[in-house]
């Protein structure tokens, strides 16, 4: 109790001390200043003794101007280690945004088919990656590096330099990559080796196969295959190589991929025909056409089967199924060799090939033959078709002739002169 209030009572008395070294400040400091000094003036002995002999050291170097420089190199070198211990983590960071800055520049620039912009682009994400781990840095895309890697090679492959896309992507740790990236890497490695001179066909085969047992969906990687069947002639590995295009594209491309289908099969078709095999050019034929109908090489295919077996109606026919200039020309080779004879087989011409140049050599045809009168009814529905021109008028000036009709024929002479020099004659009725 007594202790209590001895206590009380002191730090009573001592309630102004604060206010005193507030108005004695600089004399407080000083007094203790001089305490602190004579109470550690042994140390501070020792200190100094320390430094004299430092600076006695130090001196001679100093005093030489390569000393002087590996100073100032040791300096600078443990400024630049504190300055790396203290901001490594913020650096990292900052180089990490720019390495993802560079690669999404890139990507843009080669969405945009501006091969040699997004190269350069790629390159710095690449050198960046020699100062610092983007795959630790760069967590939202941890393998920015090795897809920088893949695209830099797809660059040099469009700008025709396969030896530097080879390189990169023989750099490219496949092991380390997640599945998807390894697509990736497998669809640019076969990209590339397809454009590669040194590379045998074998070797280059092999490597699209293997990128397709990854990626059995990759259209770009079936139409290299389609290109490369195609080039070798092999027509049966080109319509296997089509028909997973077709099984791949999106609704917007299968009229497209599907048209490309019936024409190799209808390619595959007249190759077989010229080994003889007509039953299987046939049978691809009917493949072509179910898929595109209306296909001129699949008729013409089956057109000449049917002529060369002497059936000249059918041939007929199937130069109907899709007219075109090949067609007629076939047509008016069939007429002038007397292969079709007969009133029945030109109806089947008129009718199965509806054509102005169809009726017009019919016309020709029934003149050689002497039918002046089955000459004028061809003209007459080359007419209905608008296609009267000056030849189908020197047809018909030879038809009134043969009839009899001179000053018609001379008329219509006259005519056929006016539409060589530019008059009207051309498409009216005769």
């Excluded at 969906?217 to 027509?235: S, T």
Aim: charged letters at 30%; a positive charge; one cysteine or more.
């Amino acid at each position: 109790m007594k202790f209590g209030r001895l206590l009380t009572g002191l730090l009573w008395r001592l309630r102004r001390v604060p206010a005193l070294f507030g108005r004695f400040r600089v004399w407080a400091v000083l007094i203790l200043f001089v305490v602190l000094l004579g109470a550690l003036s042994p140390f501070v002995g020792a200190l100094s003794g320390l430094l004299n002999t430092v600076l006695r050291l130090v001196a001679p170097v100093l005093e030489s101007r390569v000393g002087r420089t590996v100073l100032g190199v040791g300096a600078l070198f443990l400024v630049g280690l504190w300055l790396y211990r203290r901001f490594r983590v913020k650096g990292r960071a900052l180089l990490g945004a720019y390495a993802l800055d560079q690669y999404l520049a890139g990507m843009m620039h080669l969405s945009a088919g501006r091969c040699r912009r997004a190269a350069r682009h790629f390159e710095r994400v690449l050198r960046t990656n020699r100062l610092v781990d983007l795959e630790r840095t760069v967590e939202v895309y941890p393998e920015i590096a090795a897809d920088a890697r893949i695209r830099l090679a797809l660059c040099h492959r469009e700008q025709g330099d396969i030896e530097r896309a080879m390189e990169h992507l023989e750099l490219v740790k496949v092991k380390d990559l997640a599945p998807a990236m390894r697509r990736d890497h497998a669809e640019a490695k076969a990209l590339v080796y397809s454009l590669s001179r040194e590379l045998m066909d074998e070797t280059v085969d092999r490597e699209i196969d293997r990128a397709l047992e990854g990626d059995p969906d990759n259209r770009r990687l079936w139409r290299l295959k389609r290109e490369r069947a195609e080039g070798v002639g092999d027509l049966p590995a080109a319509i296997a190589a089509q028909r997973a295009l077709l099984r791949a594209a999106p609704a917007h491309r299968k009229s497209a991929e599907r048209s490309r289908l019936a024409l190799l099969h209808a390619r595959n078709a007249l190759r077989l025909r010229r080994l003889e095999q007509d039953e299987e050019a046939l049978a691809e034929v009917a493949r072509a056409r179910s898929l595109d109908p209306g296909l001129p090489l699949a008729s013409l295919v089956a057109g000449d089967i049917a002529a060369d077996r002497g059936d000249a109606r059918l041939a007929v026919r199937e130069y109907g199924q899709a007219p075109s200039r090949a067609g007629l020309d076939r047509i008016r080779a069939l007429l002038a060799a007397g292969r079709i004879e007969g009133g029945g087989t030109a109806s089947c011409v008129a009718e199965s090939f509806p054509r102005a140049g169809v009726f017009l050599a019919l016309a020709e045809h029934y003149l050689r033959k002497g039918k002046p009168r089955r000459a004028r009814n061809c003209l007459a529905k080359l007419a209905e078709l608008g296609a009267f021109d000056r030849h189908a008028a020197h047809l018909l000036a030879e038809v009134l002739r043969r009839e009899g009709d001179a000053a018609g024929a001379e008329r219509m002479e006259w005519r056929a002169m006016r539409g060589f020099l530019g008059g009207d004659g051309e498409g009216a009725a005769p």
